[in-house]
Structures are given as structure tokens and as C-alpha cells.
Nanobody
Framework: QVQLVESGGGLVQAGGSLRLSCVAS????????MGWFRQAPGKEREFVAARRWSGTATYYADSVKGRFTISRDSAKNTVYLQMNSLKPEDTAVYYC??????????????????WGQGTQVTVSS
């Protein structure tokens, strides 16, 4: 089992920045992928960013590429999502997720078995 706890959400003006954190506890393995997803009111959950727990490969949705950065601190079992140049359309509940085994696919929610409770990000115009 893996437990995920997100933090760092809040209210920010357009153009501002926030950093989300996701602390993982339990059985985390190097084969896991860690991802961030978001869900805005009335919309489906969508992929934001992902990376392998080990290695350097990162993956981003086109809508956040160049503005968001996913990183991790292995010593702290924490994955971060640095969000810069925020836009009102980034407003959503952001979820951290982890796969239980290796998956070549990381841009959809299907391979992710573990999910955090979500943290609200609101960007005002």
C-alpha cells in the first residue's frame, strides 16, 4: 500500500506561482510512476505531469509545458509540482497519484492505483 498526502494549494492571482507537495508513505518502488492530475468543476480529470520515481524522465500536458515542473526528493519521499505563470484555467483540484507497478503509459489515470485526497488551486484573474 502507498499513502499520498498533498499540500500547497491555495488562492493566487494570475501570473503567480504555487508549489504543490505530495508526500508518499508505504511501499514506494523505483518502478513506480508518480503523477499529478487535476479536475475542474464540471470537467473530467486530466493529466498534468508525471515522472518515474527513479530516473529523470518527465512528462507534461501540452497546456502546462514550460510553466509547470515536476520533481522529487527521494530522501523525503516527496514529489513536487512547481506551477509558474498560473492562469485562471489552471483552477482545479489537483491530485497526486502513484502506480503500483511499472507502466509505460503515464499520461492517463488508468495505471495509477493510489491517489491522494486532492488540494484546491484557485487562480483569480
Amino acid at each position: 500500500q502507498v499513502q499520498l498526502v498533498e499540500s500547497g494549494g491555495g488562492l493566487v492571482q494570475a501570473g503567480g506561482s504555487l508549489r504543490l507537495s505530495c508526500v508518499a508513505s508505504g511501499r514506494t518502488f523505483s518502478s513506480n510512476a508518480m503523477g499529478w492530475f487535476r479536475q475542474a468543476p464540471g470537467k473530467e480529470r486530466e493529466f498534468v505531469a508525471a515522472r518515474r520515481w527513479s530516473g529523470t524522465a518527465t512528462y507534461y500536458a501540452d497546456s502546462v509545458k514550460g510553466r509547470f515542473t515536476i520533481s522529487r526528493d527521494s530522501a523525503k519521499n516527496t514529489v513536487y509540482l512547481q506551477m509558474n505563470s498560473l492562469k485562471p484555467e489552471d483552477t482545479a483540484v489537483y491530485y497526486c497519484a502513484a502506480t503500483s507497478v511499472y507502466s509505460a503509459v503515464v499520461r492517463t489515470s488508468t495505471p495509477y492505483k493510489y491517489w491522494g485526497q486532492g488540494t484546491q488551486v484557485t487562480v483569480s484573474s
